[in-house]
């Protein structure tokens, strides 16, 4: 079989070594003689896998002993909801809640908001496309804000925060999934983190949520129990049954980040990934990327062919190669590759090779 690279934005490629562990361990976890799937969540086997993960996701990425680590589920999506039931009852009602809006994601995160608060968009890409983050003088906060809702990494526009937000004593609520643990972040600066796994950490199914302690305990009524934090955070993500599988994974992909030297390392690896695309891209005049240099993704490349009639041929000729999902969102189009901590250098370079010799070909 050739080698296959997977670019895909999400669920994405996972580390081959995770995958052949899972795989040796499917039918019977360390002699237990059950699969993780069939193990109860309460019983001693899954509480060590579980604390295990926990600890490790706390190392990796050096949460303060302030901030407590939840295993949810839903989504990202069902966060859009779940946080401002979580956090307006900290304001008489209505609230408000800003946003810097950047993009897809958070497009999506203020129509959910509008639910339960007054949304005010702080600062927003002035020409209406996505192609920077707005600069931090140009932020119109509002000190009596619930909180900034901020997305650090725009999977679908591919624009990356390379600074960390800041809005005084508003607590800022960032969406993470598609770069955490790509890059060594301050957790003390964030009122809450929330990532979907699918992306950068493991199977679709379980969401992270790292939030400050005083932030919990003012859910409005009419949140569901098993989405109140104060109640996820008191039964240790075990109010209801956690996605136990996908707790599974995620935490043999901490130990996989831990061996490969921890997110500092990481981030080093991922500056050199996405330089070498870039800098392809930008020596080119047969591809093009629209995104400012100081805005761009490290994680999600979004690419266009100058001849777009091209796509089609060019999709093929990837895949013939082993070069997998570069089909560029459908909003957005063009091609996409996502460079997750998972896609190895050798990846990125057989894409640049490939990218090269279609445009010998064509160009
Ligand atoms: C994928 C993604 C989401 C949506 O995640 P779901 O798990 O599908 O709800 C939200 N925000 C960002 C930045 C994403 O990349």
């Not at 039918?27 to 295990?52: K, P």
């Not at 946080?83 to 209505?94: S, T």
């Not at 906060?141 to 960390?164: P, S």
């Amino acid at each position: 079989m050739t080698q296959i690279y997977n670019f895909s934005a999400g669920p994405a490629v996972l580390p081959k070594e995770v995958l052949q562990q899972a795989a040796a361990e499917m039918l019977d976890w360390h002699g237990s003689g059950m699969s993780v799937m069939e193990m109860s969540h309460r019983g001693a086997e899954f509480m060590s896998i579980l604390e295990t993960a926990l600890a490790d996701l706390r190392e990796l990425l050096a949460v303060p002993d302030n901030y407590k680590i939840l295993f949810m589920q839903g989504g990202a999506l069902a966060e859009n909801a779940i946080i401002p039931m979580n956090l307006v009852g900290r304001k008489p009602q209505p609230a408000t809640i800003d946003f810097v809006h950047t993009g897809s994601w958070t497009a999506k995160s203020i129509n959910e908001a509008k639910k339960y608060a007054n949304v005010r968009i702080a600062a927003a890409a002035p020409d209406g496309r996505f192609h920077a983050v707005p600069k931090r003088a140009g932020w119109n906060l509002h000190r009596d804000a619930a909180y900034l809702h901020v997305c650090t990494n725009e999977t679908i526009d591919g624009v990356e925060y390379h600074f960390n937000p800041d809005a005084g004593d508003v607590p800022i609520v960032a969406d993470m999934s598609s770069h955490i643990l790509s890059r060594v972040i301050d957790v003390a600066k964030y009122g809450v983190i929330f990532a979907g796994a699918q992306k950068n950490i493991g199977p679709a199914g379980l969401t992270i949520v790292i939030v400050r302690e005083d932030l919990l305990g003012h859910a409005l009524p009419c949140c569901p129990s098993a989405f109140d934090w104060k109640i996820v955070a008191e039964h240790g993500s075990m109010y209801n049954t956690p996605p136990t599988y996908a707790i599974y994974i995620a935490g043999l992909v901490f130990q996989w980040l831990k061996r490969q030297g921890g997110v500092a390392a990481m981030e080093q690896r991922n500056i050199a990934k996405a330089s070498l695309l870039y800098d392809y891209l930008d020596a080119s005049a047969f591809y093009r990327n629209e995104i400012a240099k100081d805005s761009r993704s490290r994680m999600n490349v979004p690419f266009f062919l100058r001849d777009e009639s091209l796509n089609e041929a060019f999709l093929v000729g990837a895949k013939a190669h082993g070069l997998l999902q570069l089909k560029g969102h459908k909003s957005v189009g063009g091609m996409r590759a996502s460079l997750y901590n998972a896609m190895p250098i050798e990846g990125v370079q057989a894409l640049v090779d490939y990218l090269k010799e279609f445009e010998q070909k064509y160009g």
